[in-house]
């Protein structure tokens, strides 16, 4: 393998409503983090997660996922960027292919994996998974009143895994001033090139209660 995995997990899930950190919620009786390092796990290409994980919870979370995957675990930071960087700077020599990947996205098939580390091995610097926007999309006034409508057909809601070059992502996250709120967007503002490739629906950020509550009626529906 060639490719090492990043799980930003350290988030406070403060949208889930109240229960911890949102990668130690369960779903289908066991942590997002464990669905999601399962997944990536079975990505035949990966040789190294690491995950970030909250500061309290490092210990703990080593113990949780040693029979899930050999994994790195190291404390996150203030934000999703800085537990990136964190975890960054845990990657061992070797792998030339860096993704990252959210673990609140614990559905997200193997085969995405797969996907975003083929095109990254295949010459792009930067690689992100993305869907169609379905919705009408408007931008409105702090006083909720509509400014206009956008064209959607040129709009995609983008997804994890992010994959990259291990060059590209240490240059950019060496150059980032503003915490973004995903790795591409820091290619994207160093000049550098990113590229789409269909995304998946399995791969939903689980953020609010519906989201959860969706995964878990996908999971028990077979989905695995
Ligand atoms: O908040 P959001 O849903 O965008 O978080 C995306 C991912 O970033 C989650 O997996 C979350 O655990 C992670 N995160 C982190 N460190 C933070 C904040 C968020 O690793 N300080």
Do not use: N, Y
Request: charged share 20%; proline share 8%; net charge neutral.
């Amino acid at each position: 393998g060639d490719v090492a995995v990043l799980v930003p997990a350290a988030g406070a899930g403060v949208r889930l409503g109240p229960g911890g950190p949102k990668a130690l919620r369960l779903l289908g009786g066991e942590p997002l983090l464990v669905h999601a390092v399962r997944r990536v796990a079975e990505a035949p290409s990966v040789a190294t997660i690491v995950v970030a994980a909250p500061a309290a919870d490092v210990d703990h979370v080593r113990r949780l996922l040693a029979p899930v995957a050999p994994v790195t675990v190291v404390p996150g930071g203030a934000d999703r960027q800085q537990s990136v960087a964190a975890a960054l700077a845990a990657v061992p020599p070797g792998p030339q292919i860096v993704l990252v990947h959210d673990a609140a996205r614990a559905l997200t098939p193997a085969t995405l994996v797969e996907l975003v580390a083929a095109r990254v091995r295949a010459g792009h610097d930067a690689v992100i998974p993305v869907l169609p926007v379905t919705d009408t999309i408007k931008e409105v006034s702090a006083d909720d009143v509509v400014l206009g409508t956008v064209d959607r057909s040129v709009l995609r809601a983008v997804q994890t895994p992010q994959g990259f070059r291990r060059s590209v992502l240490v240059a950019a996250h060496a150059a980032a001033l503003d915490p973004l709120t995903d790795d591409a967007g820091l290619v994207e503002k160093s000049g550098g090139t990113v590229t789409c490739v269909p995304g998946s629906e399995l791969a939903l950020k689980i953020t609010r209660p519906f989201d959860l509550m969706l995964a878990e009626h996908l999971l028990s529906g077979g989905v695995r």
